[in-house]
């Protein structure tokens, strides 16, 4: 069996505020269904500029995943949802045949100067589902499986692994965990995936690769 990683570079972008997207890049144009991969922020917003909000657009034929780091925003969409999501919780919000939201800046965010921080991952519904009625699920930071283990602490957001599972109902194969690592920890890396990718939103780590499958990448640090 043919083993590899690939380093993935950031393209950054302005959209009121600075957007770093791995996904897709010019060699992997998805990892397993994950199609989009932004990192958003870290950004400040004051409360006289409203131009940064995320104003309503639509979605169709996919999932959007939204993952806080530090900060708040507030989602509101054509199903009639209006949900503040904050660090540690999660949003999934399927398109399927189509759905129109938004994503603002709260009030108290903005007058406290809170950074807003996150990422959002857009995934591949199976195309049976495509086209499938919208909806919109919150999840709080408390229904995630969060433990430590190993010198980790670890949130199990989407999918099966180390022996536990999420309540994020994706439709798909799919693993989404969050992990905060001491210096020196180490962590396996499930295994059970065709294609595995990490992301490193801060600091750095080595990778000793023991069996991973045909495609695995490792994005490279964008701090």
Known sequence: MHTWSERISAKVSDIGFPVRRLLPSRTARHIGP??????????HFNLDQRDNDVRPHPHIGLATLTY???G???HRDSLG????????????MIAGRGIVHSERIPEDIRSSGTPVEGLQLWLALPVAL??????????????LPSWQQDGSRIQLV???????????????DALYAVVDMDAGATLEIPPGFAERGIYLASGSISLLRYGWPDSAYLPANVR
């Open 81 to 92: 949802s209006v949900q503040r999501i904050e660090p540690g919780a999660a949003n999934l």
């Open 68 to 70: 806080l780091f530090s």
């Open 72 to 74: 708040a925003l507030m």
């Open 34 to 43: 994950f199609i989009f991969l932004d990192h958003m922020g870290p950004a």
């Open 130 to 143: 495509e086209e499938c009625e919208p909806a919109f699920i919150h999840y709080d930071r408390d229904a």
């Open 158 to 172: 989407v999918g099966h692994a180390w022996g536990r599972s999420a309540p994020v109902a994706f439709p798909g």
